[in-house]
T-cell receptor
Framework: DGGITQSPKYLFRKEGQNVTLSCEQN?????MYWYRQDPGQGLRLIYY???????QKGDIAEGYSVSREKKESFPLTVTSAQKNPTAFYLC??????????FGQGTRLTVV | DAKTTQPTSMDCAEGRAANLPCNHS???????VYWYRQIHSQGPQYIIH???NNETNEMASLIITEDRKSSTLILPHATLRDTAVYYC??????????????FGSGTRLLVRP
C-alpha cells in the first residue's frame, strides 16, 4: 500500500541521549515535514524539506536535526540539546503545493 | 503564527449537519484554505481545500465567503466517527511559504448519539 510509515510507534529515551525517528514514504512526494504535538495542543512545524538534499527550519527547530539524502526518507534526530523532548511527533509528505498526508506518529517519552 | 481563528469546541447530534466556522480575515489573494481533522492519537487527515469557490467532496463541503475572510466546513450527516479536532489552515500557493502548513489549536467537535 502507498503511504507514510513512521517507526517506532512508541519510543523511550534516557535523558541526555540522542534518538532518531524514522519517516519513509512511497508516494513519490517531493516535500516532507516534521511536526511536534504536545498534549491538548496543535501541531508545530520543526523542519521541512522541499527536495532531496535541501531542508529548512520550521518554527521550533532548536534541538532537532534532519537529513534528506533520499526522496523517500526524512529522518528526525532529537538531540540532547532539546530541553523538553517528550511529545508526539508527526511526519508528513506532499507533492508541490498540494495537500499533505500524515503518518501515524511516534510518541517519544524521555525517562 | 496561525492565521486562522476557530472556536475551541462544538457539538452536534448524530445524523445532523455539523457546521464548523473559521475566520481568516488576513488571507491574501494567493492563499488557499485547507481543512484537516485529527482523531485522538492519530495523524491528521486531509479533508478538503479551496481558494474562492465552494468545494464539495465525499467527506465534506467547504463554503468560502465572497470576501474570503471566513469559511465553513460542513459535514452533512455527522456520525460518531466524526468526533475529532478540526483544523482550518491558510496556505500560500506559491513561493517557499507554500510548503509550510501552520496549524492552530483547531475546533474539538463532539458528535452526540
Amino acid at each position: 500500500d502507498g503511504g507514510i510509515t513512521q517507526s517506532p510507534k512508541y519510543l523511550f529515551r534516557k535523558e541526555g541521549q540522542n534518538v532518531t525517528l524514522s519517516c519513509e514514504q512511497n508516494l513519490n512526494h517531493d516535500a516532507m515535514y516534521w511536526y511536534r504535538q504536545d498534549p491538548g495542543q496543535g501541531l508545530r512545524l520543526i523542519y521541512y524539506s522541499q527536495i532531496v538534499n535541501d531542508f529548512q527550519k520550521g518554527d521550533i527547530a532548536e534541538g532537532y536535526s534532519v537529513s534528506r539524502e533520499k526522496k523517500e526518507s526524512f529522518p528526525l534526530t532529537v538531540t540532547s540539546a532539546q530541553k523538553n523532548p517528550t511529545a508526539f511527533y508527526l511526519c508528513a509528505s506532499s507533492r508541490v503545493r498540494t495537500e499533505a498526508f500524515f503518518g501515524q506518529g511516534t510518541r517519544l517519552t524521555v525517562v | 503564527d496561525a492565521k486562522t481563528t476557530q472556536p475551541t469546541s462544538m457539538d452536534c447530534a448524530e445524523g445532523r449537519a455539523a457546521n464548523l466556522p473559521c475566520n481568516h480575515s488576513t488571507i491574501s489573494g494567493n492563499e488557499y484554505v485547507y481543512w484537516y481533522r485529527q482523531i485522538h492519537s492519530q495523524g491528521p487527515q486531509y479533508i478538503i481545500h479551496g481558494l474562492k469557490n465552494n468545494e464539495t467532496n465525499e467527506m465534506a463541503s467547504l463554503i468560502i465567503t465572497e470576501d474570503r475572510k471566513s469559511s465553513t466546513l460542513i459535514l452533512p450527516h455527522a456520525t460518531l466517527r466524526d468526533t475529532a479536532v478540526y483544523y482550518c489552515i491558510v496556505r500560500s500557493s506559491g513561493g517557499d511559504s507554500s510548503y509550510k502548513l501552520i496549524f492552530g489549536s483547531g475546533t474539538r467537535l463532539l458528535v452526540r448519539p
